[in-house]
């Protein structure tokens, strides 16, 4: 017990020290959105204690290098060196450096404070007082410190271990074996005991907000959507955000007042999690309340995958029925209650099983019509949901033959299609606002504006997908912690800040914070693609007679719309 108090209060290594002054200083570099002291404190702080391990590890493998070297010098001079280290060099160093770090470290935070405020104004916000940030180095120094007392305890054990091991089996056998053991017996307790502890937790109680019913959601009354009468589906099986969803249909008076014309009861089909069992019973289900409510007799008939909760953006459904004058269906089936980031982590599979799924039951049953009489056939997909949907097609071929147009907003990094696409972009586009194959069939917008270039022409099927430059779900990827992206080479993004630079392990970590705070961003920046939907799918499906003042004001009544449902 003695031995592990001692080794848990040792003083801090030199070379740790000087890292994690220079981590922490990168860390105060500006990344995608704006953050909030606390949330640079946390940053601050684990990017710290990551400088103070590279930094320990480099000391002893320079240490461990030396060694032969110092071991061909006469004893004596050894001896003095080593004297003249424990008096005074040591602390001369550490003064030094500690001296360096300080003021490092304060300069820093004044041009990270001003970088943060600079970022602000990008968005159309206002910067927050600057007096906050003061409180950014003790957040880092309570995550630094908490971090450090967490590593040196495994260290104790793996220290006791050894000494036990040893023993039995020689000492450097045993420290070997002690610190695997300790090591993976960590990464066990961490990814297994405890991660499984905190998802069946999460489970529980997402499973639980999924069985309630938003405020003023009440059963539809139209026999046009599921849940309502005649329904195959009961309006208690379509979950939280699948019965917000269905209630949220607008009315036909609505549409006709925005259309001037008399306007048809929207289609809209959904499968809630315990409506069927399996993802292709619901996706079976959803296709037989296609053909109930006369889906295959509209305009427009468009394939949905919902984010993680099984949330439909609004804005992207009512913009179609609008356009169309009710005469849409749209259709969608829930496969997970947890939120998207937790069902990327953990339900991946489900969420290609349901694009796959739901999109090629739908085109199954779509082709057995008579070729004149077919609705024109839309996918839809944002965030997981953009993954999720591409998951049923092979390449911009397969989208452009079965498909009469797709949009795809904020998809992940990881979405197959959309990282061939960037990848095999034309020479000379950036990989924020890609151009593949000049615009024949996908196209790549920053916002609406976008959508007008190439010059190309654009027959046939449309594909878009929306990303903003600074929406991290879009740009995350685990290879920021060791490589440079093309978005960080090239020309920024117009709400990203010009300066901003790429650094190993410290991107990583940034982005990583940006995740979570992406939705908070004001529309058209972050991961809020709030009025962008109706100029989408100006572009990509438009009813005939549409022009660009139809899509003015169908935003600007979807925004108030969305404000009053609010």
């Not at 916000?125 to 590593?151: D, M, S, T, W």
């Not at 984010?307 to 953006?313: A, F, I, M, N, P």
């Amino acid at each position: 017990m003695r031995e592990g108090r001692v080794r848990l209060g040792a003083a801090l290594d030199t070379a740790g020290i000087l890292f994690a002054a220079i981590f922490f200083c990168l860390s105060l570099t500006p990344s995608l959105l704006p953050r909030s002291w606390p949330l640079q404190g946390i940053i601050a702080g684990v990017l710290t204690a990551t400088g103070y391990l590279a930094g320990v590890t480099a000391g002893a493998l320079t240490r461990r290098s030396a060694a032969p070297v110092a071991r061909r010098c006469p004893e004596a001079r050894r001896e003095r060196w080593r004297e003249g280290w424990r008096r005074t060099g040591r602390r001369r160093v550490r003064r030094l450096v500690a001296t360096f770090g300080c003021g490092l470290g304060a300069a820093s935070l004044v041009l990270g404070v001003r970088a943060q405020r600079a970022i602000y104004p990008l968005m159309g916000l206002r910067p927050p007082e600057r007096l906050g940030y003061l409180g950014v180095p003790f957040v880092a120094a309570a995550v630094f410190l908490l971090l450090l007392a967490a590593a040196r305890a495994l260290r104790v054990a793996a220290r006791a271990l050894g000494g036990v091991l040893g023993r039995w089996i020689p000492a450097t056998a045993a420290r070997l074996a002690a610190g695997l053991g300790v090591g993976v017996l960590a990464v066990l307790l961490t990814d297994g005991i405890l991660s499984e502890a905190l998802l069946r937790g999460a489970d529980n109680s997402f499973a639980a907000i999924n069985s309630e019913t938003a405020p003023g959601t009440s059963p539809p009354r139209s026999a046009t959507v599921s849940g309502g009468p005649s329904s195959l589906v009961s309006f208690a099986s379509l979950g939280l955000e699948g019965r917000a969803f269905v209630a949220g249909a607008p009315a036909v008076g609505e549409l006709s007042g925005f259309t001037g014309r008399p306007a048809l009861p929207p289609v809209r089909v959904y499968a809630g999690l315990d409506s069927a069992a399996t993802a292709r019973e619901r996706a079976a289900l959803a296709v037989r309340e296609l053909d109930r409510t006369g889906a295959f007799r509209r305009a427009v008939l468009c394939v949905i995958t919902t984010t993680g909760t099984g949330w439909v953006d609004p804005q992207a459904a009512a913009a179609l029925e609008f356009m169309y004058g009710g005469d849409t269906a749209l259709v969608s089936i829930q496969y997970s209650y947890l939120p998207s980031w937790l069902s990327f982590l953990v339900d991946r599979e489900r969420v290609t099983a349901a694009g796959r799924e739901l999109f090629g039951q739908v085109y199954a049953r779509w082709t057995r019509l008579p070729a004149g009489h077919r609705p024109r056939l839309l996918v839809f997909g944002e965030s997981l949901g953009a993954f999720g949907a591409e998951s049923a097609f092979r390449d911009d071929r397969d989208l452009r033959v079965r498909t009469g147009g797709a949009l795809f907003v904020g998809p992940p990094d990881s979405s197959p299609l959309w990282r061939r696409f960037v990848d095999d972009r034309d020479p000379g586009s950036r990989e924020v606002l890609p151009v593949y194959r000049d615009g024949e069939t996908v196209r790549f917008a920053n916002g609406p504006a976008d959508l007008a270039a190439p010059a190309s022409a654009w027959a046939g099927s449309r594909v878009v997908y929306l990303q903003h430059p600074s929406d991290p779900i879009v740009w995350w990827t685990p290879r920021l912690v060791l490589g440079r992206p093309d978005w960080l080479e090239e020309r920024r993004g117009d709400d990203v800040l010009p300066w901003i630079r790429w650094y190993p392990f410290v991107t990583f970590w940034q982005v990583t914070a940006d995740l979570v705070f992406s939705l908070d961003a004001p529309p058209g920046h972050g991961h809020d693609y709030d009025g962008e939907m109706a100029a989408a799918w100006a572009r990509i499906a438009p009813p005939e007679g549409w022009d660009d003042a139809r899509t003015t004001a169908l935003t600007t009544l979807l925004s108030r719309r969305q404000g009053g449902s609010g």
